[in-house]
T-cell receptor, first 111, second 114 residues
Framework: DAKTTQPNSMESNEEEPVHLPCNHSTISGTDYIHWYRQLPSQGPEYVIHGLTSNVNNRMASLAIAEDRKSSTLILHRATLRDAAVYYCILAADTGRRALTFGSGTRLQVQP | KAGVTQTPRYLIKTRGQQVTLSCSPISGHRSVSWYQQTPGQGLQFLFEYFSETQRNKGNFPGRFSGRQFSNSRSEMNVSTLELGDSALYLC?????????????FGPGTRLTVL
């Protein structure tokens, strides 16, 4: 499986934008980029995914580099509830569904 | 629509015992996956079931097994428990098995092996 690299931790202030980076230099053409997050004492939850183009949904935006070797999850206005571990995951439609979680980025949001 | 439910939420067992964990997927979802989360190894894939058939298996010993029933509910079993099996066991359900079928996770079962 292609590997992702994320910073161990990041800090943000409430109501400010947050940019969470992810490097995936060995990404293949069929790999989708998924982001999940895990709030304290909960299971992971889906945030967003993309393939080549930038994507927006009600939770976040995903900016994908033109060469696809990196991506950035953007939270437009961080809230205290966004404090979580964010996982960047590559997954291809190969029939093997397992999500390979790395160590993720622990985001702290200060009031 | 109700989310993924897992029972029990907390469990304490002793070494050598066996344990069965249960997962009820979101209504209409036919795929159920199991993951183990530990502080040292993070989140690791155990296995996936779809329509009562195991489709994929992670790199875990044979003491870890699972099954899925016709109503898509799933159970996982761990026999001959070891201290290292202490972990949060997470179940995730999805409509299908495609890479774009979002996986919805339950709150997990916290297993402590003494």
């Amino acid at each position: 499986d292609a590997k992702t690299t994320q910073p161990n931790s990041m800090e943000s202030n409430e109501e400010e934008p947050v940019h969470l980076p992810c490097n995936h230099s060995t990404i293949s053409g069929t790999d989708y980029i998924h982001w999940y997050r895990q709030l304290p004492s909960q299971g992971p939850e889906y945030v967003i995914h993309g393939l080549t183009s930038n994507v927006n949904n009600r939770m976040a935006s995903l900016a994908i580099a033109e060469d696809r070797k990196s991506s950035t999850l953007i939270l437009h206005r961080a809230t205290l509830r966004d404090a979580a571990v964010y996982y960047c995951i590559l997954a291809a439609d190969t029939g093997r569904r397992a999500l390979t979680f790395g160590s993720g980025t622990r985001l702290q949001v200060q009031p | 629509k109700a989310g993924v439910t897992q029972t029990p939420r907390y469990l304490i067992k002793t070494r050598g015992q066996q344990v069965t964990l249960s997962c009820s997927p979101i209504s209409g979802h036919r795929s159920v996956s199991w993951y183990q989360q530990t502080p040292g190894q993070g989140l690791q894939f155990l296995f996936e079931y779809f329509s009562e058939t195991q489709r994929n298996k992670g790199n875990f010993p044979g003491r870890f097994s699972g099954r899925q029933f016709s109503n898509s509910r799933s159970e996982m079993n761990v026999s001959t428990l070891e201290l290292g099996d202490s972990a949060l066991y997470l179940c995730a359900s999805s409509l299908g098995t495609g890479v774009l079928d979002t996986q919805y996770f339950g709150p997990g079962t916290r297993l402590t092996v003494l």
